[in-house]
């Protein structure tokens, strides 16, 4: 089991910066890959952001270049780092963990909107 509490969420100005966190704990020795999903309104949920065990990172294309995701194994803690928010940017975003039991858990959302 893994409880995934997420944090950093909040209002944005455009061209503006926002760090998301998402500490890990419980069954933590085997998380495999964390991600961090958003979810706009009236759209699906998409990947925003993945990083391996190895640290190996994908980005969706619509925020590489601007978005950066880290992890930090001491502190069980897995980083979005957003430059450059734009207003699409707005959605709750979802941390997520994949464990190399091949089971997910995710976290309750925490809400990104970037408004003027």
């Known amino acids: 089991q893994v409880r995934l509490v997420e944090s950093g969420g909040g209002l944005g100005q455009p061209g503006g910066s926002l760090t998301l966190s998402c500490a890990a704990s419980g069954n933590i020795f085997s998380i495999s890959v964390m991600r961090w999903y958003r979810r706009a309104p009236g759209k699906e949920r998409e990947l925003v952001a993945a990083i391996s065990s190895r640290d190996t990172t994908n980005y969706a294309e619509s925020v590489k270049g601007r978005f950066t995701i880290s992890r930090d194994n001491v502190k069980n803690t897995v980083y979005l780092q957003m430059n450059s928010l734009k207003p699409e940017d707005t959605a709750v975003y979802y941390c997520?963990?994949?464990?190399?039991?091949?089971?997910?858990?995710w976290g309750q959302g925490t809400q990104v909107t970037v408004s003027s």
């Open positions: 997520n963990v994949l464990l190399t039991t091949l089971q997910n858990y």
